[in-house]
Nanobody, 120 residues
């Protein structure tokens, strides 16, 4: 089992910045990727930024150049720095971890979610 605890989020004006942090605990040695997802009202949950433990990070086109995902594999933390925020970035943001459980098998874990609201 992996437990994810998020912090950060809140209300910010358009053009502002926020930083989200996520700490993983439990069976962290089997985590092979951490990521941030978001879900806006009436929309499906979407991947914002993905950070594999090996390999390159990936970003949604809508946040490229504005958001940066970083992490510390030793501390099992992942951070999302969000700059130049726009009203369309308003959503509940979720930390995600993928645990490797065997060949072609994995288990997904989610944080509780944190609200990000960007006012125009």
């Amino acid at each position: 089992q992996v437990r994810l605890v998020e912090s950060g989020g809140g209300l910010v004006q358009s053009g502002g910045s926020l930083r989200l942090s996520c700490a993983a605990s439990g069976n962290t040695e089997s985590i092979n990727a951490m990521a941030w997802y978001r879900q806006a009202p009436g929309k499906s949950r979407e991947a914002v930024a993905v950070r594999p433990t090996s390999g390159s990070t990936h970003y949604a086109d809508s946040v490229k150049g504005r958001f940066t995902i970083s992490g510390d594999d030793d501390k099992n933390t992942v951070t999302l720095q969000m700059n130049d925020l726009k009203p369309e970035d308003t959503a509940v943001y979720y930390c995600y971890a993928q645990e490797f459980t065997g060949p072609s098998n994995s288990r997904n874990y989610w944080g509780q979610g944190t609200q990000v609201t960007v006012s125009s």
